[in-house]
């Protein structure tokens, strides 16, 4: 079975600290997705990265960036300099090769000014 | 594109009432998700469609839920009779086909959600 950990429920700092939000995923599919989407207050969800399991390159997007760690079954997400634009629940997800996601049960980011 | 289109995008209704949702998926996208958020349970996937066929319904939490796919622009997601713990946000979502050489399979598309409360 699929499975998601963000064991940060909530996360609150002051705007330009650097904030990681953790994600830790269990699968026995050795082809298979991670994705980070973000939900902000009004409540749409958004799509912000997707990595296979075969890439285990990290990215970078502007302020974000990605560590995506096989051995330990992490997919960690950063936001460096944090905006309070950031504000927003973000999750993580793992998707397998039959196209499902299963989600994490999110992290609230709270960015004061 | 117009993205993912659900209506209603809030419905507030009576217990033992008959609730219907409806999603219209981005064109082209083969696959169709019908989620439930809320603040007990998170996000949970309720049922998702490959080609208009339903593939796992083991989320669909009682017979009191059903969805249908009729053709590959349309879907609903019908709660007959409802109760006020079905109150939540409903999401529809498309995506197309998985692999990893495709660069969007698996991504997600949202819609903008129902709101439903059922008093």
């Known amino acids: 079975a699929q499975k998601v950990t963000q064991a940060q429920t909530e996360i609150s700092v002051v705007e330009k600290e650097d904030v990681t939000l953790d994600c830790v995923y269990e699968?026995?599919?050795?082809?298979?997705?991670l994705f980070w989407y973000k939900q902000p207050p009004s409540g749409e969800l958004v799509f912000l990265i997707r990595?296979?399991?075969?890439?285990?390159q990290n990215e970078i997007s502007g302020r974000y960036s990605w560590n995506f760690q096989k051995s330990t079954s992490s997919f960690n997400f950063t936001i460096t300099a944090s905006q309070v634009v950031d504000s927003a629940v973000y999750f993580c997800?793992?998707?397998?090769?039959?196209?499902?996601?299963?989600f994490g049960d999110g992290t609230t980011l709270t960015v004061k000014p | 594109d117009a993205g993912v289109i659900q209506s209603p995008r809030h419905e507030v209704t009576e217990m033992g009432q008959e609730v219907t949702l409806r999603c219209k998926p981005i064109?082209?996208?083969?696959?169709l998700f019908w989620y439930r958020q809320t603040m007990m349970r998170g996000l949970e996937l309720l049922i998702y469609?490959?080609?208009?066929?339903?593939?796992?319904d083991s989320g669909m939490p009682e017979d009191r839920f059903s969805a249908k796919m009729p053709n590959a622009s349309f879907s609903t997601l019908k709660i007959q009779p409802s109760e006020p713990r079905d109150s939540a946000v409903y999401f529809c979502?498309?995506?197309?086909?998985?692999?990893?050489?495709?660069?969007?399979?698996?991504?997600?598309?949202f819609g903008a959600g129902s709101r439903l409360t059922v008093l």
């Open positions: 990595r296979n399991s075969f890439d285990e």
């Open positions: 064109s082209g996208h083969d696959y």
């Open positions: 979502a498309s995506s197309s086909v998985p692999g990893y050489l495709n660069s969007g399979a698996n991504v997600l598309t």
């Open positions: 997800a793992l998707g397998d090769n039959a196209g499902k996601s299963t």
């Open positions: 469609f490959n080609n208009n066929v339903p593939i796992d």
């Open positions: 699968t026995r599919d050795t082809t298979y997705y």
